[in-house]
Every structure is written in C-alpha cells, then in structure tokens.
C-alpha cells in the first residue's frame, strides 16, 4: 500500500485557502456579511495553520541528537495540537463572537450578489482541496471508513488537513445558505445565525481533531491492526518460539518496538545472537517505518 503524502496535501490546501481567503475578505467588505467575514477569518486562520504544519514536519526529520536520542519525529504532533488551538479559538470563537454581535446589532446585506459568487468559487477550490486530502487519505485506509481512519490514523498533518478541509467545505455551504436565506427574506438574522452555526462546527472539529493530536502527544502506540501484523510477524518466525511482550510507540512517522520472546533453540550463544540479529534485519524490511528495535530473549515473561 503507498504511503500518503501529507505535505502534498498541505499545499493543495495553501493554495486553496489563499485564494479563498482574499475573496472572502473582498467579498465581506463589500457586502458586510457577518457570515463572510467569519469564513474569510476561518480561510486567513487555515493558511497560518498550514504553514505551521509545515514547519512542524521540517523540524520533526531532524536527526537524533545527545539532547534528542530518539529524534525529534514527535514535534510533528505539537505543532498539529496548536493547529487544533488556533482552529478552536481563531476560527471557532471569533466566528461565533461575530454571529452573536450581528444578531444583536443586525445590519442588511450589501451586493448579496457578490458574495454568493465569491462563496460559490470558494466552494469548488475548497471541493478540489478536499478531493486532493482524500486521494492521499485513501492510499493509507484501506477498508476503513473515513472516521474509522481518522480515530486510528497516526499520521497527525494529514489527519488536520483532512479535518480542516472537510470543516472549510461544510463551513462554506452553511455560509452560503446563510447569505441566500438573508437575500430572500431581507432578514440579516439569518446571516448572524450562518457565522454562529459555522463557529459551531470549527469548535467541534477542532475538539476532535485536539483529542487525536493529545493522545499521540502522551503517547500513542502503533494502528492496532499494524501491531496485530507485527506480532504474527514474529510469530511465524522459525528463529522464535513465542512472542511474550510486543512494545510499539508511535515517533512522528518512525516507530520505536521493543520485543521479549522466547527464541528457538540455537545451540550457542552466538547462534542466538546471529538468529537475533537476522530476525531484526527482516523485520525492519518488513516493517520499514521501524527505527529502533530492541530484542530481549528470554525464557518467561
């Protein structure tokens, strides 16, 4: 199975979210909808949050260090839970402030027209950076469902992205509606009711996507079913008997294991050693998202 690339993914949605944010804002000045202005934010909010992502997986490939042992693959995750922040508070919170003081200070809309079509465009570059997030998510989910894949995934940029897309694209419709709903009946309520509705959904995104990020910041082993494959791994091995303890700790992209089995005869101690170390050679091919591997022999668990 080919491996998704998250940063092509990240910049499908940079470009997206550029463009769609310039007419947004263009679009909120000229028709003073609330709705527009808290989807332009949203947009603004995205490319911050993108390009942070990109720095997150240019800083998680540096290499181990004295201070570092084990790399520094898991920084990935933090940037990933500011995302989640900056969704929640910059995105969520002010689109939700903005709809409730449009409500108590309503204002009609201006060139209605203008907005429809500047969140018309929005929705297709927006349709067409989700499209491109979900080429990569499916190279890597296999049967799973889409939420499936996001609860279990460990890859936290695409996970973001995806989350990020699929808010954007939702957000618009809801912004859309809105600004049609107010045109019809002359009524800027609805607009109000549009920006709170969309602050809505980007807070409960970004408690979702926050919750994925924490549990792999704590410390989140590999997807089960890939855990599941490694222990059959070595299990099948003629060089083991049985596998007592399988560790695995998910590293950014890399994987740390650590295996306690009890070894098939070998005669000598350098046999065992040589059997050792041929299973680890085979098992990093197997598994190449492997980076530190630690075999401990033994006669019990």
């Known amino acids: 199975m080919a491996g998704a690339d998250s940063v092509k993914s990240i910049f499908y949605a940079l470009f997206a979210n550029s463009a769609i944010a310039v007419a947004k804002g263009v679009g909120a ?39 570092y042992p084990l ?3 898991k920084e990935i995750y933090f940037w990933s839970f500011i995302v989640a922040l900056l969704l929640f508070s910059v995105g969520g919170l002010f689109s ?8 108590h200070e309503p204002e009609p809309l201006s060139y209605p027209w203008v907005a429809i079509g500047i969140l018309s465009f929005a929705v297709v570059a927006e349709g067409l950076s989700l499209l491109g997030c979900m080429r990569e998510v499916d190279k890597v989910r296999g049967k799973r469902s889409y939420w499936g894949w996001f609860r279990a995934t460990r890859q936290s940029d695409l996970m973001v992205i995806f989350g990020e897309d699929l808010a954007a ?10 600004v049609v709903a107010s045109m019809i ?23 979702l996507i926050g919750r994925e990020v924490k549990a792999l910041l704590v410390g989140e082993g590999v997807d089960p079913a890939v855990k599941a494959e490694m222990r ?17 700790l998910q590293m950014g992209n890399d994987v740390m294991v650590a295996v306690k089995a009890r070894m098939a005869s070998a005669g000598t101690a350098q046999g065992l050693v040589a059997d050792i170390n041929r299973c680890e050679v085979a098992f990093r091919q197997a598994f190449p998202q492997i980076q530190w591997l630690f075999f401990e022999p033994d006669c019990k668990d």
């Not at 003073?32 to 332009?40: D, F, R, T």
């Not at 694209?169 to 809105?178: E, K, M, P, R, S």
């Not at 609805?190 to 408690?207: E, K, P």
């Open 71 to 73: 790399g520094t693959g």
């Open 185 to 207: 009946t002359g009524n800027p309520m609805y607009d109000a009711c549009g920006s709170i509705a969309i602050g809505v959904l980007l807070v409960l995104i970004a408690i």
């Open 29 to 67: 000045w000229f028709t003073g909808s609330g709705a527009m202005l808290a989807e332009a934010v949203h947009s603004l909010a995205d490319c911050t949050n993108q390009a942070l992502l990109l720095l997150g997986i240019k800083r998680a490939k540096r290499p181990p260090s004295p201070d």
């Open 96 to 103: 939700i402030y903005e709809g409730v003081h449009k409500l």
């Open 169 to 178: 694209l939702v957000g618009l419709v809801l912004a859309l509606i809105a």
């Open 232 to 248: 059959q791994w070595l299990s099948d091995r003629s060089e083991v008997d049985e596998v007592y303890n399988l560790l695995t």
